[in-house]
């Protein structure tokens, strides 16, 4: 499975951040097909107090390399993409990689 993660920087506005995109990226991006998965995660540091280096984390998921690109150079791709930048004012990263399952191990144990 691969996964293209996008890393959102600091909004200069979170509030108008969230608003654009729940209200507008997210039904632009819902119009790809061929995808496998997508999880959203605002992110938190592990260390209290401390500000993360990203505020939001998405994945998106195919099953190839391939696959996603075709995904992202379709319309429906090339739109949420060049949506991006109406929103995304604390910058951003697309990379991709080839997810590798783990056996489940016992903690502890």
């Known amino acids: 499975m691969y996964r293209l993660t996008v890393l959102y920087g ?5 509030a108008e951040f969230d ?12 119009r790809m097909r061929g995808l496998k998965g997508w999880t959203i995660g605002r992110c938190e540091s592990a260390t209290p107090g401390d500000v993360p280096p990203y505020y939001m984390i998405v994945g ?3 099953e190839t390399r391939a696959d996603l690109e075709a995904i ?9 993409i060049a949506d991006v930048s109406n929103f995304a004012s604390g910058g951003y990263t697309f990379m991709f990689d080839d ?4 056996v489940p191990f016992a903690l502890g144990g």
């Open 99 to 102: 997810e590798v399952a783990l």
């Open 19 to 30: 608003r654009y995109y729940h209200e507008v990226h997210i039904p632009i991006a819902r």
């Open 10 to 14: 600091h909004p200069a506005n979170p």
């Open 60 to 62: 998106l998921y195919a």
């Open 72 to 80: 992202l150079a379709s319309p429906e791709g090339q739109a949420t």
